[in-house]
């Protein structure tokens, strides 16, 4: 496993500060976050931007997490990187595929069910999903947010 580089912290490259145990516990829910929707392909994905995908794992959540959290939590499963161009850049891409996490639009984020207009749940509801219970939230475009987590 390659070591989280010394250079990294909770704001991401070139951020000094120590990781603290609330920083651990976001790089945990981006561990899950991304080994649920996430697989390894052979090249650096410039679509990956950590600033972008923490974003995502964020709302999925339902909590704050930080961009260097993301970063860790991709280099702590083995994931490449490269730290973005620029002078003293905080984000970088990962050989991430993207490809698990279109799939899963307008499904359960958390179990991957797909959550549609036939189902109670609609625009601007919210309701718990038919398979994991997760609480959700219908946002725009389709997009389900998890409010809040199962039991696990
Ligand atoms: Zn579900």
């Known amino acids: 496993m390659t070591s989280r580089p010394e250079n990294l912290g ?6 000094s500060r120590k990781f603290t145990e609330e920083d651990e516990s976001q790089i945990d829910l981006c561990k899950r976050w991304i080994s649920t929707f996430i697989e390894p ?4 994905n410039d679509k990956t931007y950590s600033y972008g995908m923490k974003h995502i794992a964020e709302d999925w959540a339902g909590s704050y997490v930080s ?7 991709a280099i702590d499963l083995g994931y490449r990187y490269k730290q973005a161009q620029g002078k003293k850049n905080p ?8 490809k698990g996490y ?8 958390s179990c991957g069910k797909r959550v549609g207009e036939n189902t109670r749940i609609k625009g601007g509801e919210t309701g718990s999903c038919p398979k994991c219970h ?11 947010k998890v409010t809040k987590l199962p039991d696990f």
Do not use: H, Q, V, Y
């Open 102 to 109: 279109e799939a899963l639009w307008k499904r359960c984020p």
């Open 10 to 15: 909770p704001n991401g490259f070139e951020d």
């Open 91 to 98: 984000n970088a891409i990962f050989n991430m595929s993207l």
């Open 41 to 44: 392909r052979k090249t650096l």
């Open 134 to 144: 997760a609480e959700l939230l219908w946002e725009k475009e389709g997009i389900l």
């Open 67 to 73: 961009n260097g959290a993301f970063i860790a939590a």
